[in-house]
């Protein structure tokens, strides 16, 4: 009987869910890349984008870490720490990965509890994280804040002026969910 019923359901509903996939596959992809943009930004926060010290810094941050709502300048002392002290107590990544309201990097770990933590990061999950992110990398200069709030209102100065707001909204509402939501797999498969 519940099975009737469940495919009852899906049947009246399948219009409004066909619409929806397209619509949550899409959040997604705009997250993914945006953590692309994170990747590159971490490298070029290692100087490696290119030879150009003056030109790598002004990529990296413009292009990369001021979209993403950061500072170039707080990201990278806060990342040079983190490699000085790797594996040490003194790590600044532990300060996040061991926050108890968002310790949610502990081994050993059961799929079912990573797969709700992704869940939990397309309703907005991710926002703490984001939160204790912005913590960590805390501009070092003046300019370095500067840039972040010069970046978000371009955007959405030129996004209310162009009569595209709405993409500066889906912007941002990926970097609070998918965009997380792909860190999260790339930190579970790569650091943990």
């Not at 806060?78 to 000085?84: A, I, L, P, W």
């Not at 990061?121 to 972040?148: E, N, W, Y």
């Not at 162009?162 to 509402?173: D, E, N, P, Q």
Request: net charge positive.
């Amino acid at each position: 009987m519940i099975f009737l019923i469940s495919i009852r359901f899906l049947w009246i509903n399948l219009p409004i869910l066909l619409s929806v996939l397209p619509i949550i596959g899409c959040l997604i992809c705009i997250g993914a890349r945006q953590h692309a943009i994170g990747i590159l930004g971490h490298d070029g926060a290692h100087r490696l984008i290119c030879r150009n010290k003056f030109l790598n810094d002004a990529l990296s941050a413009c292009l990369c870490f001021w979209p993403l709502g950061l500072p170039l300048g707080g990201y990278r002392k806060f990342h040079f720490e983190h490699h000085r002290k790797v594996g040490t107590k003194e790590d600044p990544e532990l300060v996040h990965k061991n926050n108890f309201f968002l310790g949610q990097w502990n081994l050993p770990f059961r799929w079912p509890i990573v797969m709700l933590h992704l869940v939990g990061d397309f309703c907005g999950g991710a926002i703490p994280h984001l939160i204790m992110a912005a913590r960590l990398t805390k501009a070092t200069s003046f300019l370095d804040q500067l840039g972040v709030f010069v970046m978000i209102g371009f955007l959405f100065f030129s996004g209310w002026y162009f009569g595209f707001l709405w993409a500066v909204g889906i912007w941002f509402l990926c970097l609070w969910t998918t965009f997380w939501a792909t860190f999260r797999i790339r930190i579970w498969t790569e650091h943990v």
